[in-house]
């Protein structure tokens, strides 16, 4: 009999790791300052690729920044390490687009 094989998810190349690592740190130098919200989906998408869904209480009231942080990497609760990577990328070069280098 023939056994049921079960798809398994690519495993992310060396490449698109290499190129999230790359963009992660030309984001970082762009000429002006990003949006509040691009700066949040970033960080969101980020911890999502590198840690996977949010796994830290959420932060009081009066942590303003904190809360907002927490929010972004919680949105993304649920999406596979790959597709916050990719989804990462696509952002990052977004911004590097639209504020230069």
């Known amino acids: 009999s023939v056994l ?5 998810p690519p495993l992310p190349s060396l490449l698109d790791k290499a190129e999230f690592e790359e963009h992660a ?5 762009v000429k ?17 690729a ?6 830290t209480d959420e932060p009081g009231m009066l942590d303003l ?5 927490w929010k972004a990497w919680d949105s993304r609760k649920g999406m596979s390490k790959d597709e ?3 989804a990462y990328i696509s952002l990052a070069k ?8």
């Not at 049921?4 to 398994?8: I, N």
């Not at 740190?25 to 130098?29: C, L, S």
């Not at 590198?50 to 796994?55: S, V």
């Not at 977004?94 to 280098?101: A, D, Q, R």
């Open 65 to 69: 920044k904190g809360k907002a942080k």
């Open 4 to 8: 049921p094989t079960r798809l398994l």
């Open 94 to 101: 977004e911004i590097i687009s639209k504020y230069g280098l």
């Open 32 to 48: 002006s300052r990003p949006a509040d919200q691009e700066l949040l989906d970033l960080y969101g998408l980020y911890k999502q």
């Open 50 to 55: 590198t840690a996977g869904d949010i796994h």
């Open 25 to 29: 740190e030309k984001v970082k130098t």
């Open 84 to 86: 916050a990577m990719a």
